[in-house]
Antibody, heavy 122, light 103 residues
Framework: EVHLVESGGGLVQPGGSLRLSCAAS????????MNWVRQAPGKGPEWISA????????YYADSVKGRFTISRDNSRNTLYLQMTNLRVDDAAIYSC???????????????WGQGTLVTVSS | DMQVTQSPSTLSASVGDRVAITCRGS??????LAWYQHKPGRAPNLLIY???TLASGVPSRFSGSRSGTDFTLTISSLQPDDFGTYYC?????FGQGTKVEIK
């Protein structure tokens, strides 16, 4: 069974940084692109970033481009999201998600992790 | 930028009713349209992918269809466990969500 477990969330001041991790198991992690998705309170999901299976190609939503960096360590089956210059409107539950198609990150997400909460407040 | 317009925003129906949720994409479709059910405190659950393919383990009362750039999720006979918020996703863009309430 596929499992995705996020960690690293917490309370941070505006302008601060956090690094999120997503530990993957139950599938051939190194063969799949991966995604980060967030959901702010009372709002729908927002895709924010993706990375190709080998890590060579990365993709970002305009809302986080230049502030967030996605990466992966295939030897540790772990996905990362480095977040810098955090803003109040970045507060959300951040989840990693496995795409249905290993080569296309936007091919539908199954499964999603439970997520880790990021709170941005002074 | 791609936009996906989902309607209605809320839906209240009785057990046994047939309900439909619609998403309209802003760009031509080349394959990937998914539907999810989301309940509070849980990760979203994939229901339908590629517009009409039922995901593994999903009850057959859920179905998906397409007409041009319009996509529809249909629940043929609403069950008490079907409450929650439903989202469509075209490529990396999500719809605004439809909250389904059981009367």
């Amino acid at each position: 069974e596929v499992h995705l477990v996020e960690s690293g969330g917490g309370l941070v001041q505006p302008g601060g940084s956090l690094r999120l991790s997503c530990a993957a198991s139950g599938f051939n992690f190194r063969s799949f692109a991966m995604n980060w998705v967030r959901q702010a309170p009372g709002k729908g999901p927002e895709w924010i970033s993706a990375i190709s299976a080998g890590g060579d190609n990365t993709y970002y939503a305009d809302s986080v481009k230049g502030r967030f960096t996605i990466s992966r360590d295939n030897s540790r089956n772990t996905l990362y999201l480095q977040m810098t210059n955090l803003r109040v409107d970045d507060a959300a539950i951040y989840s990693c998600a496995k795409p249905l198609d290993p080569y296309y990150y936007g091919s539908g997400f199954d499964p999603w992790g439970q997520g880790t909460l990021v709170t941005v407040s002074s | 930028d791609m936009q996906v317009t989902q309607s209605p925003s809320t839906l209240s129906a009785s057990v046994g009713d047939r309900v439909a949720i619609t998403c309209r994409g802003s760009q031509s479709f080349s394959g990937w349209l998914a539907w999810y059910q989301h309940k509070p405190g849980r990760a979203p659950n994939l229901l339908i992918y590629k517009a009409s393919t039922l995901a593994s383990g999903v009850p057959s009362r859920f179905s998906g269809s397409r007409s041009g750039t319009d996509f529809t999720l249909t629940i043929s006979s609403l069950q008490p466990d079907d409450f929650g918020t439903y989202y469509c996703q075209q490529y990396e863009t999500f719809g605004q969500g439809t909250k389904v309430e059981i009367k």
